[in-house]
């Protein structure tokens, strides 16, 4: 049963269009009406300048949640300068008899030129500011899947990209086996492709082994190095992962380089140290040009599958200090390096951990392996 003031959103909808037309009809004809003499001059300039407002922030606030924050962040410039020109006009041809008037223009107009100056301020600061980083959410399918079930997940992720924030960076990394036909199932859609490791020679006699180049070639852009499965099952060493990342950037691939304590080392309060000597062990060896181009993901080993997510807080405190550490070495660049949080990531939490300022998305394995689930994560950064 409906009760009152539960309507469904589309009869909100509705109502809300209807509003906006009538104020829309009516805006018009009293500016007609000025025009044509009837009212006064200023108020159909009022009038004109109201519609164009209104229309502005109409369009404004239905682009909102599609845009990125530096886009933002010129929506707001523009929006003041857009003002201030119009305070301007105004002010310009105010008639100087009706001295009311003008000293009610001239209020405005300085009113609205504080506001546009506020907005240049707030602009530069804004573009300093360093959470301009891209959100990213990549999802590691680790060996699960067969090709055609890949194929679907690709699909189901591609079908409901769409409802989620254009700025958020989709990644989908599924096993070799699957890379040519996911590569096609994501054709014409803003979702990348990565794998999941790679080998660390260029080419040669590496039995069973997967090239960057060959990788690059089927259509990958990213490749996750490091993950702490290759780490303890495969003995993956600092020194096996410098030619790795040499290999990928050689083939144009960005790295998602994974760091990460286990459990026995965060009871230990190891953690802090760990996640360092992984990072001066391998990314301190890059240059400054091929740092610009990586990605990072902190994922405790003991919350991997197992259930356990890191709370927002640990995650913040850790993802902190990685970038300290990173900028130790890199300065500025560090606050432009994606951060990601990977470590039973699932809708349910990716809201609070992705609210976290050095948190820059997620490196998702269990709830990847469903397009629901995984598109809901990426609803999970804040509009
Ligand atoms: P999980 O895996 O989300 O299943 O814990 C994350 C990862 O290992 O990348």
Redesign the pocket.
């Known amino acids: 049963m409906q009760h009152f003031g539960s309507m469904s959103e589309q009869e909100t909808e509705h109502r809300k269009r209807r509003i906006a037309d009538a104020v829309i009809i009516a805006v018009i004809v009293a500016g007609g009406l000025s025009i044509g003499g009837v009212l006064p001059a200023w108020f159909g300039r009022a009038v004109w300048l109201l519609l164009a407002a209104g229309c502005w922030l109409w369009l404004a606030l239905r682009a909102w949640h599609r845009l990125t924050m530096r886009q933002r962040g010129w929506l707001v410039f523009w929006s003041y300068a857009a003002a201030g020109c119009a305070a301007a006009w105004v002010l310009h041809t105010a008639p100087e008899q009706a001295t009311l008037w003008v000293r009610f223009d001239r209020i405005c107009s300085a009113i609205l030129l504080a506001g546009l100056i506020t907005a240049i301020a707030y602009n530069i600061i804004y573009k300093n500011k360093p959470n301009m980083r891209k959100k990213i959410v990549a999802g590691?399918w680790?060996m699960n899947t067969l090709p055609a079930e890949g194929v679907e997940l690709a699909k189901g992720v591609v079908a409901g990209r769409g409802e989620v924030c254009s700025c958020v960076n989709f990644i989908v990394c599924p096993p070799f086996t699957h890379l040519s036909m996911v590569a096609e199932a994501l054709k014409g859609s803003d979702i990348a492709l990565g794998a999941q490791n790679c080998a660390a020679e260029a080419k040669g006699a590496y039995t069973g082994e997967v090239a960057a180049s060959m990788l690059a070639a089927l259509g990958c852009k990213y490749v996750?190095l490091g993950?702490?499965?290759r780490r303890q099952y495969y003995g993956e060493t600092s020194a096996t992962l410098n030619k790795k990342m040499e290999q990928a950037y050689a083939n144009n691939l960005t790295p998602i380089y994974?760091v990460g304590e286990n459990l026995e080392e965060r009871e230990a309060g190891k953690h802090f140290d760990v996640v360092k000597a992984q990072i001066e062990e391998v990314v301190y060896n890059l240059t400054e040009e091929q740092f610009k181009n990586l990605v990072i993901?902190y994922?405790p080993v003991w919350?991997?599958?197992?259930?356990k997510t890191a709370t927002a807080e640990q995650a913040q405190e850790i993802h902190a200090y990685i970038r300290k550490v990173l900028a130790e070495k890199f300065g500025a660049a560090a606050a432009e390096c994606p951060i990601l949080y990977?470590?039973?990531?699932?809708p349910a939490n990716a809201a609070e951990i992705f609210a976290k300022e050095d948190v820059d998305g997620?490196?998702?394995?269990?709830?990847?392996l469903k397009a629901a689930d995984f598109l809901a994560i990426g609803k999970g950064f804040a509009k």
């Open positions: 590691n680790k996750i993950h702490s499965e994974c993901a994922e919350a991997i599958g197992t259930g990977g470590g039973s990531c699932k997620g490196l998702i394995g269990g709830a990847a």
